[in-house]
């Protein structure tokens, strides 16, 4: 299984990225996706969840409403579209698969499989 994080870069506040994540060796219909991030200093963070019983995504609280998951499943790639973007927004992003629980969906450990991650920085 390997995954491919793309779309990183450099936005001004306010500004928009969309992240791509393409997975080959396991479908998307098959496995939990989730987007984390990890900012310099701070632990990795669950930012969206998308399982593979097709439940409501999640989205931890402070992406409400600005992130935006989506699924190209012939392409076997996952986007998070990531709109009017903070300073608290800058770190690097990972995409994981796996099979966690539901309990546990937002522990970074029960996820088997990352991608390399992708550098998302918000300046002006």
């Known amino acids: 299984v390997q995954l491919q994080a793309s779309g990183g870069g450099l936005v001004h506040p306010g500004g928009s990225l969309t992240l791509s994540c393409a997975i080959s060796?396991?479908?998307?219909?098959?496995?939990?996706v989730a987007w984390f991030r990890q900012a310099p200093g701070k632990e990795r963070e669950a930012v969206s969840i998308?399982?593979?019983?097709?439940?409501?995504?999640y989205y931890t609280d402070s992406v409400k409403g600005r992130f935006t998951v989506s699924r190209d499943n012939p392409k076997n790639t996952v986007y998070l579209q990531m709109n009017d973007l903070k300073r608290d927004d800058a770190a690097v992003y990972y995409c994981?698969?796996?099979?966690?629980?539901?309990?546990?969906?937002?522990?970074?450990?029960?996820?088997?499989?990352w991608g390399q991650g992708t550098l998302v920085t918000v300046s002006s």
């Open positions: 060796g396991v479908t998307l219909r098959s496995t939990t």
């Open positions: 994981a698969a796996g099979f966690p629980i539901l309990s546990a969906q937002r522990d970074s450990q029960n996820y088997r499989y």
């Open positions: 998308t399982r593979s019983s097709g439940a409501r995504t």
